[in-house]
């Protein structure tokens, strides 16, 4: 399932089942920070299936949040 906004995403997590959530850390309106800390709310168990993206050009407050969550990390970009 691939949706085009972090507000999507949210919305589609309570009416289906999903092994794994790919969030790109960068995104237009709900960033995925904000996305990760409303799954932490609304389905933790799914918040820690999730697998960032990011082309590796961001600011200290998301380099710092990626370090402290622990969460697998894909460099953009990939195949």
Not at 9 to 15: F, G, L, R, T
Not at 40 to 54: G, Q
């Amino acid at each position: 399932v691939c949706v085009g906004s972090g507000a999507e995403a949210m919305e589609i997590v309570k009416s289906e089942a999903f092994d794994a959530v790919f969030c790109d850390v960068m995104m237009p309106g709900m960033n995925g920070i904000e996305c990760y800390e409303r799954l932490l709310v609304a389905t933790p168990a799914l918040a820690e299936r999730v697998i960032f993206m990011t082309g590796g050009t961001f600011q200290d407050k998301e380099r710092h949040f990626l370090e402290q969550t622990k969460q697998p990390v894909l460099r953009k970009p990939f195949s």
